[in-house]
């Protein structure tokens, strides 16, 4: 089945420096759609960029994605860290071809910016 | 912004207690979702639904059963709660097309002592 693999457990950065955060999958399919949602303590999770179109850049909110199909991989980067990107990170992937109408996620990874 | 509420907020409820989790949502979605959230685990989903009537088997759906009464409400159901399903709940919503994002609720705790 489908799966996705995610930079494990947590990440902690100081305020400033870049962010990566690693996700590749797995699908028979071959017109995957990968999202990135972001959870913040106490909040809901929430869409935070999303993709179909291989080798082009999406952006949102200084995050930024490339679906990679070559390489199975869709990682998440920020130039700078801010201590307000800190909250949990999901990765997850929907199948074009298995029209199920889930989503499967990684296990997520937390992210912790400090001063 | 697409709404979803769940109820209640948090429960507390003993080994073989009875548990029902609502959600609603009132964004005319035709899909409709149960996850548990753990640690290590993540976002694990339990049920899902394309409308009312209908219930699709999710990937950790051992010790749960679930309704969609109508387009808005799917609610969750734990018939002999058990410790292992202390848990962190959220519902999601999306409407039918692929790339549509899901829309989760404020999500339920639910201690199983």
């Known amino acids: 089945g489908d799966s996705v693999t995610q930079t494990e457990g947590l990440v902690t950065l100081t305020e400033g420096l870049p962010v990566m955060l690693n996700c590749t999958y797995q699908?028979?399919?071959?017109?995957?759609?990968l999202f990135w949602y972001v959870h913040y303590l106490n909040e809901s999770p929430r869409l935070l960029l999303k993709?179909?179109?291989?080798?082009k850049r999406t952006e949102h909110q200084g995050f930024h994605a490339t679906l990679h199909k070559s390489s199975s991989s869709f990682h998440l980067q920020k130039s700078s860290a801010q201590l307000s990107d800190s909250a949990l990170y999901y990765c997850?992937?929907?199948?074009?071809?298995?029209?199920?109408?889930?989503?499967?996620f990684g296990h997520g990874t937390i992210l912790r910016v400090h001063p | 912004e697409a709404a979803v509420t769940q109820s209640p907020r948090n429960k507390v409820t003993v080994t073989g207690g009875n548990v029902t989790l609502s959600c609603r949502q009132t964004?005319?979605?035709?899909?409709m979702y149960w996850y548990r959230q753990d640690t290590g685990h993540g976002l694990r989903l339990i049920h899902y639904?394309?409308?009312?009537?209908?219930?699709q088997i999710g990937d950790v759906p051992d010790g749960y059963k679930a309704t969609r009464t109508t387009q808005e409400d799917f609610f969750l159901l734990l018939e002999l709660a058990s410790p292992s399903q202390t848990s962190l709940y959220f519902c999601?919503?999306?409407?039918?097309?692929?790339?549509?994002?899901?829309?989760f609720g404020p999500g339920t705790r639910l201690t199983v002592l």
């Open positions: 997850a992937l929907r199948n074009t071809g298995a029209n199920t109408g889930k989503l499967t």
């Open positions: 993709s179909s179109t291989d080798n």
């Open positions: 699908t028979i399919y071959s017109n995957p759609f």
């Open positions: 964004n005319s979605h035709n899909y």
């Open positions: 999601a919503s999306r409407k039918g097309q692929n790339y549509a994002e899901q829309f």
């Open positions: 639904s394309y409308g009312a009537g209908n219930l």
